[in-house]
């Protein structure tokens, strides 16, 4: 990521991912196809360790059959993250706001980055996967801009310490989105369970899907031996778009996130500009 990938103008979950989306054409050409078809059509398939893998299926039993033998493969190579844990996470993040909310009303100060401040600082505390390394967080916010740090104008990623397990890696991404404070993660969710999935889908405007069977909306990770790794999850978010996708985030060894592709499950027309909402 560079320079903005801290600070809030950069598109949602910090950078690291909903608008960072230089592929978003090729996403919607990848939807037409698929909802227009027509005899032999170009299919590009789910991404496997960063190779975009082309196919060619005729419209049909056969077709169909290829594209979800190299989706069968991608699942193998990820770990699913178990719906108690993706709870269990999303409460220790409600922990952890209602402790900061506790936190600044007791410091009596009216001061944005003191907030943001005490809510990374929560954030961290309740956190089982993810610690912080080389002293706390503060903020810098010029204008619209709010970028974290621990040294001022130094990357803030490297401060992380990250478990090594499918569940650190998806807590890494909630809590680093969380500290991140972009807009576009105020309006994005993480979905897990068809409930959640069939409320998004009621939320949306005129939504239309895209893909009507979806093997699973859990998260799940790929760990690789240099210390790098692939997250998936399911997002519903109105950030710029209105749309449900299953979302690849890429980790590097530094422990920044970056968007890495997506496959649009469904799309509205609700979506959030910039500077709105």
């Given at each position: 990521m560079g320079k903005g990938a801290e600070g809030s103008e950069v598109p949602a979950l910090g950078g690291v991912g909903a608008e960072k989306d230089g592929i978003r054409g090729h996403?919607?050409?990848?939807?037409?196809?698929?909802?227009?078809?027509?005899?032999?059509?170009?299919?590009?398939d789910d991404v496997v360790h960063g190779v975009a893998i082309l196919l060619y299926g005729e419209r049909g039993t056969g077709g169909e059959e290829q594209r979800e033998r190299q989706?069968?493969?991608?699942?193998?190579?990820?770990?699913?993250?178990?719906?108690?844990?993706?709870?269990?996470?999303?409460?220790?993040?409600?922990?952890?706001?209602?402790?900061?909310?506790?936190?600044?009303?007791?410091?009596?100060?009216?001061?944005?980055?003191?907030?943001?401040?005490?809510?990374?600082?929560?954030l961290l505390e309740t956190a089982r996967g993810v610690r912080l390394h080389g002293g706390p967080i503060r903020y810098e916010i010029a204008g619209n801009l709010i970028t974290p740090y621990v040294e001022r104008g130094r990357s803030l990623y490297p401060h992380f310490i990250i478990a090594r397990t499918p569940s650190a890696i998806l807590e890494y991404w909630m809590i680093v989105s969380e500290i991140t404070a972009s807009s576009a993660w105020s309006v994005t969710k993480l979905i897990a369970?068809?409930?959640?999935?069939?409320?998004?889908?009621?939320?949306?405007?005129?939504?239309?899907?895209?893909?009507?069977?979806?093997?699973?909306?859990?998260?799940?990770?790929?760990?690789?031996?240099?210390?790098?790794?692939?997250?998936?999850?399911?997002?519903?978010?109105?950030?710029?778009?209105?749309?449900?996708?299953?979302?690849?985030?890429?980790?590097?060894?530094?422990?920044?996130?970056?968007?890495?592709?997506?496959e649009l499950l469904a799309e509205g027309k609700g979506g959030v500009l910039k500077g709105e909402g």
């Open positions: 996403a919607s050409e990848v939807a037409w196809l698929i909802r227009t078809g027509g005899g032999l059509m170009p299919i590009i989706r069968a493969f991608h699942r193998l190579i990820m770990q699913t993250i178990p719906l108690d844990e993706v709870k269990r996470l999303r409460a220790q993040i409600a922990r952890a706001h209602a402790l900061a909310a506790e936190r600044f009303r007791t410091a009596f100060v009216d001061d944005p980055n003191i907030h943001l401040a005490i809510q990374a600082e929560a369970e068809s409930g959640e999935y069939d409320d998004a889908l009621r939320r949306m405007d005129m939504p239309q899907i895209v893909r009507a069977l979806v093997p699973s909306l859990l998260p799940a990770a790929d760990l690789r031996d240099d210390g790098t790794a692939m997250l998936v999850v399911t997002v519903y978010t109105r950030a710029g778009e209105e749309r449900i996708e299953r979302r690849t985030l890429s980790l590097d060894e530094r422990n920044e996130l970056a968007f890495h592709s997506r």
